[in-house]
């Protein structure tokens, strides 16, 4: 089975440049989150939808970061501006429709903002 | 407001050596959940363990072990006999029942296992 899969593994841009992160959850799969991973603040909770609508958006840091869900296959997280604070690792993750706590991670996408 | 410690930053020993991850929490709810997650080199998150808050009672999963004491507000893992395949970073994570999808980590314990 096909896990949580996200583009690109790696991404290095130069500061004020946009950054589009992409995420294709597991399929039926009724819950999705972008998680932010740095050293300094571990794993934070930007954002996550259910059934295709956000539900808390207040991870994200600010509104240089925005988030969508077209549809229930797809996400993406973009940052315009980017600037070198930015650079982490992206996580997305999915959940079947149970209030389990339960997610399933993708391998992440790591950016790099010069 | 709910929080996660995991004070031990990086562990290492050597094989078949037994280790404990500890893991202590705060919360004000009384009916939460408890995660361990685990991080190998390969980045991805994988999901090991959840507790009820109402179930005190150890787990044991082969070589896994979790010791959820309420009255010490701790969730600690032991790994018995280490592989070198253990080594990643571990993560303890705290939710609400309800709103379980939004988990709050702890900062993460490296474990190396040497060979």
């Known amino acids: 089975d096909a896990g949580v899969i996200q583009s690109p593994r790696h991404e290095v841009t130069e500061m004020g440049q946009e950054v589009t992160l992409r995420c294709k959850p597991i399929s039926g799969h009724d819950y999705l989150f972008w998680y932010r991973q740095t050293m300094m603040r571990g794993l934070e909770l930007l954002i996550y939808?259910?059934?295709?609508?956000?539900?808390?958006d207040s991870g994200m840091p600010e509104d240089r970061f925005s988030a969508k869900m077209p549809n229930a296959s797809f996400s993406t997280l973009k940052i315009q501006p980017s600037e070198p604070r930015d650079s982490a690792v992206y996580f997305c993750a999915s959940s079947p429709g149970t209030d389990t706590g339960e997610l399933f991670f993708g391998e992440g996408s790591r950016l790099t903002v010069l | 407001a709910q929080k996660v410690t995991q004070a031990q930053t990086e562990i290492s020993v050597v094989e078949k050596e037994d280790v404990t991850l500890d893991c202590v929490y705060e919360t004000r709810d009384t009916t939460y959940y408890l995660f361990w997650y685990k991080q190998p080199p390969s980045g991805e998150l994988v999901f090991l363990i959840r507790r009820n808050s109402f179930d005190e009672q150890n787990e044991i999963s082969g070589r896994y072990s979790w010791n959820f004491q309420k009255s010490t507000s701790s969730f600690n893992f032991t790994i018995t006999a280490s592989q070198v395949v253990d080594s990643a970073v571990y993560f303890c994570a705290l939710s609400r029942i309800q709103g379980a999808q939004k988990l709050v980590f702890g900062q993460g314990t490296r474990l190396t296992i040497n060979p």
């Open positions: 939808f259910n059934n295709n609508v956000p539900i808390d």
